[in-house]
């Protein structure tokens, strides 16, 4: 009997614990229920003492009145902790019991963190009761990052300090303002007028997706932000405890200065702002006139921005204008540098020495590891993990924005029923799982990890609207893996307190993704080929959905078990509430081959950013659309593909087909050849077809090779990568990407 009330009781307070855990973003790092509630008065009695600048936010944003009543009780009261020893001056705690809530911090910056707590206990208990407790919290990482891009698209001083709000609610602290590139320059710098007015306007703006390079016909800009506007973007992100990072690109990604000052180049122009994406050959050439215009520049940067690091770009940078430039090869041999990725080595470290000279510490992405990485530089490791693990091994800081978890301007859902984007795949439960700590890292080395940091590119973002989508809900997940609290084995719980903060969001008329409300569509292997299996963060018996490529009504079929994929179809599929439509309809088209569903093996893996489903996308039945890399290609830079595919037993077939992709404005080239071979065994292998790059261009990457009459139980296809890209071409001298998808035999 006693153990039967011991378990009833358990179970009792385990109810009671999950119905009162309060759905916080950021989850505090402890949270201990107490008995009893706080009724949220009509008006709140103020302590005296609470720090006022922190206070006014709470203020604002909650609708309620506030006194400092002396004859009345005070609802909310403030303790500032002495700082004893190595203390996060970033904790707080909170206090909430029936009669009072009680804040203590070691610093204002600590009692903001909780008043951003506060408000969202207060705005997600609309029943007016806050469920008493207690909360320990703190940081684990000290770079809780955003990156803005305003050169592609601008966005005015007021969207920048709205964006700064939504950082500050969900308590990241740092916002990286992107203000230069090849389409536009967006500072003044008052000894160089000209940055502004010639390099903050382009004639035209490339429009749809890269492949069909359109543009629209219509000059962007004049768009830039003056230094007292600068001031004002500075100041409102200081009252809210946020670092602003500026980023000046250098050496590359510069032809809005050089169109402004074309002396500064290899070659003599003329240059204009870029008005398509992607990367150009004209950098700045590290000549002395350079490197006093850039000084010159950084000064009035450094007397504007008060932050510890200066962001200097260093990414893509194409040594093709330094390879052929005379001043250039003089100074690689006057300086005894390996090579043009020395070059860029001795660029970085000119800079970085004028900018500790002030005081001041350089940020640059990992490109600046070229060559031998600056004495005091800090990483920001985009391309992958291996710049944070090469700069944190060296004992130099880094911080974690890889592509495939923390690039916001990828999809987050289904590509085609999302805007137009970049590319590439990172839904919401992909950028909760991420851990910034990479594993190759000890404890000594991990250290040297000072955050995590999402960006968002805007090349296809047109508007703040767009921004805000884009953003939202995948900032949450940002949020919680930078506060050190994520739990990626409880996504779901994780998921239920984002649908909470929709509520928020509405509140406040901010435009967010639903992505999370569609459905989900998963290509798993069955013993007839493939199965296509949906799912939804909702019911699952709300998922309609039809196989003749009619759109899913209510009464549509009802999905229960995976759909199997045995011939070619058109799946598509609907959530449903009480007979109305409630999400996107999601479509997939499926088409079969011999090959669809074998087990697939790759002898090398593709780009973390190109990965989703990895080898099995191959053989998956769908074909990859040209115009949306999201799902549906694996890419691989500089990386043969190699795949050997097990039919499981003797298999006739006549045909092989692949698709391969050419965009060259975005380093995607087609493959230089592609090799057949056959096995009975697996490890024997016979070449029966080979095509070079002629044919494979005649075929415009759809390729079909026929093969003869073949029974065998292994197929492998080799198809080999471009290699390093030629001069005359976007990212010349740079690892060529391939793209590839389906590869099927008949």
């Not at 409102?236 to 250098?250: G, L, N, Q, W």
């Not at 019911?539 to 959905?545: A, T, V």
């Amino acid at each position: 009997m006693k153990h039967f009330l011991l378990v009833f009781s358990l179970l009792i307070s385990g109810f009671f614990f999950s119905q009162t855990q309060p759905n916080l973003i950021p989850y505090p790092q402890k949270v201990e229920l107490q008995k009893g509630e706080f009724i949220i008065p009509e008006s709140l009695n103020l302590a005296n003492n609470l720090p006022k600048k922190e206070t006014d936010f709470l203020k604002k944003r909650l609708n309620l009145k506030f006194t400092n009543a002396q004859n009345q009780a005070d609802n909310l009261l403030y303790s500032k902790l002495i700082e004893k020893g190595n203390v996060n001056k970033d904790y707080y705690s909170i206090d909430i019991s029936p009669k009072q809530i009680l804040i203590k911090s070691y610093t204002d910056r600590g009692y903001f963190l909780a008043v951003q707590t506060l408000i969202q206990m207060f705005e997600t208990h609309k029943n007016g009761k806050i469920p008493a407790l207690k909360i320990e919290d703190e940081p684990k990482f000290a770079w809780r990052g955003m990156h803005l891009d305003v050169s592609r698209h601008f966005f005015t001083v007021e969207e920048v300090k709205q964006y700064i709000d939504y950082l500050a609610m969900y308590k990241l602290n740092t916002f990286h303002w992107h203000l230069t590139d090849d389409q536009g320059w967006r500072i003044e710098i008052k000894k160089y007028p000209k940055l502004t007015q010639i390099g903050s306007k382009r004639k035209e703006s490339m429009i749809g997706a890269y492949v069909d390079n359109t543009f629209d016909g219509k000059p962007y800009g004049p768009y830039f932000y003056t230094q007292e506007q600068i001031k004002e973007v500075v100041n409102y992100a200081t009252e809210r405890h946020i670092t602003v990072v500026p980023e000046i690109e250098m050496p590359g990604h510069a032809l809005a200065a050089l169109s402004a000052y074309p002396e500064l180049a290899c070659t003599k122009g003329p240059f204009e702002p870029a008005t398509k994406w992607g990367v150009f050959d004209d950098v700045f050439c590290p000549k002395e006139e350079t490197f006093t215009f850039l000084e010159n520049v950084l000064e009035e940067v450094i007397q504007l921005f008060p932050s510890q690091y200066i962001h200097i770009g260093g990414d893509e940078c194409p040594k093709t204008r330094w390879k052929e430039c005379a001043h250039c090869q003089n100074l690689i041999k006057k300086n005894n540098l390996k090579d043009e990725h020395g070059l860029q080595s001795y660029f970085i470290q000119r800079i970085e020495k004028y900018v500790n000279s002030k005081g001041r510490k350089i940020i640059g992405w990992d490109e600046i590891l070229e060559g031998g990485l600056a004495p005091n530089a800090a990483v920001m490791s985009w391309t992958g993990i291996k710049g944070g693990i090469e700069a944190a091994k060296t004992n130099h800081y880094a911080v974690m924005t890889p592509g495939a978890y923390c690039y916001f301007d990828h999809y987050q859902g289904d590509p085609a029923t999302e805007p137009n984007a970049f590319g590439g795949f990172t839904p919401l439960d992909k950028v909760y799982s991420y851990n910034p700590i990479p594993a190759e890292l000890n404890a000594e080395q991990s250290k040297y990890i000072k955050g995590v940091q999402a960006n968002l590119w805007t090349e296809y973002i047109l508007d703040f609207k767009q921004v805000q989508y884009m953003i939202f809900p995948r900032l949450f997940a940002l949020s919680e893996v930078g506060w050190g609290t994520s739990k990626p084995e409880k996504y779901k719980e994780f998921e239920n307190r984002v649908v909470e903060h929709f509520k928020i969001l509405d509140q406040m008329n901010i435009n967010y993704a639903k992505s999370i409300y569609n459905i989900a569509g998963k290509v798993i292997p069955d013993k007839n080929g493939v199965s296509y299996e949906l799912s939804t963060s909702q019911d699952p018996n709300g998922i309609k959905f039809t196989v003749d490529g009619s759109e899913p009504k209510a009464n549509s079929f009802t999905y229960e078990n995976p759909i199997s994929i045995q011939k070619e179809m058109i799946i598509k599929s609907a959530y449903f509430e009480n007979g109305q439509l409630k999400s996107a309809i999601s479509s997939q088209n499926f088409t079969t081959s011999k090959t669809t569903g074998k087990t697939i093996t790759l002898e090398h893996q593709p780009s973390e950013n190109y990965s989703f489903g990895g080898a099995f996308t191959l053989v998956d039945g769908i074909v990859g659309n040209v115009k949306q890399l999201g799902k549906t290609w694996l890419g691989f830079q500089g990386k043969d593909v190699v795949a050997t595919i097990n039919f499981g037993r003797k298999t006739q077939f006549s045909e092989v087909y692949f698709n391969t992709l050419d965009n060259k404005g975005s380093w995607i080239h087609l493959a230089k050849s592609a090799q057949i071979f056959v096995s009975d065994d697996g490890k024997n292998f016979k070449m029966i077809e080979e095509i070079g790059k002629e044919e494979i261009l005649s075929q415009k990457g759809k390729i079909n090779i026929k093969v003869g009459s073949q029974n065998s139980k292994y197929l492998k296809i080799k198809i080999e990568n471009a290699g390093i890209i030629p001069i005359g071409n976007p990212g010349a001298d740079s690892k060529a990407w391939l793209f590839v998808d389906e590869i099927g035999a008949n």
